[in-house]
T-cell receptor
Framework: GAVVSQHPSRVICKSGTSVKIECRSL??????MFWYRQFPKQSLMLMAT?????????EQGVEKDKFLINHASLTLSTLTVTSAHPEDSSFYIC????????????FGEGSWLTVV | AQRVTQPEKLLSVFKGAPVELKCNYS??????LFWYVQYSRQRLQLLLR??SRESIKGFTADLNKGETSFHLKKPFAQEEDSAMYYC????????????FGGGTRLMVKP
């Protein structure tokens, strides 16, 4: 099947700094990408939906100035956690799909963010 | 609003026993239902979708609109089935957005 690659898989950053997570679709054009957050032993919570070339749509309660999402091309979306705090520590997962995937959604490996 | 409920956080069975992972949903229209599986240290991957009406790795799931359920079943569990299973719903006006249930951890004991 199609592949979505996420990088980095693990990142540790200091409180107050910003960190960027990349999500790439390797063999298809992802017209839509989704960013999820998963707390330990909990389900995936959708943070935002991004369509290539337009602004992301954020779910209620997600600060768009804190979680900057850019979907500048059909194969790359980025999530930047700005001014990170320890409570932002979590597992972040991206997913994407498009016409080439028959609208099946494929998931990245996820990125563990630890803010110290 | 759309909602997916998986009532069991953990399901433990012995190898060879039947297994049923429950999933109930609420949605006013005609949804698409999916089961995703996440094996240890691996990414989420699609297991099956209701529109395909297929059996994958011995698992089947039937959409019951009357009961608004989409339970995942396998007649004889294998140890390699141990994983996290997520039921997900896509509404007909939601683009490709998926709403996930809380997940059920399946443990198959030898």
């Amino acid at each position: 099947g199609a592949v979505v690659s996420q990088h980095p898989s693990r990142v540790i950053c200091k409180s107050g700094t910003s960190v960027k997570i990349e999500c790439r679709s390797l063999d298809f054009q992802a017209t839509t990408m989704f960013w999820y957050r998963q707390f330990p032993k909990q389900s995936l919570m959708l943070m935002a939906t991004s369509n290539e070339g337009s602004k992301a749509t954020y779910e209620q309660g997600v600060e768009k100035d804190k979680f900057l999402i850019n979907h500048a091309s059909l194969t790359l979306s980025t999530l930047t956690v700005t001014s990170a705090h320890p409570e932002d520590s979590s597992f972040y997962i991206c997913s994407g799909g498009g016409r080439q995937t028959g609208n099946t959604i494929y998931f990245g490996e996820g990125s563990w963010l630890t803010v110290v | 609003a759309q909602r997916v409920t998986q009532p069991e956080k953990l399901l433990s069975v012995f190898k060879g026993a039947p297994v049923e992972l429950k999933c109930n949903y609420s949605y006013s229209g005609s949804p698409e239902l999916f089961w995703y599986v996440q094996y240890s240290r691996q990414r989420l991957q699609l297991l099956l979708r209701h529109i395909s009406r297929e059996s994958i790795k011995g698992f089947t799931a039937d959409l019951n609109k009357g009961e608004t359920s989409f339970h995942l079943k396998k007649p004889f569990a294998q140890e390699e089935d141990s994983a996290m299973y997520y039921c997900a719903l896509r509404g007909n006006n939601a683009g490709n957005m998926l709403t996930f249930g809380g997940g059920t951890r399946l443990m198959v004991k030898p």
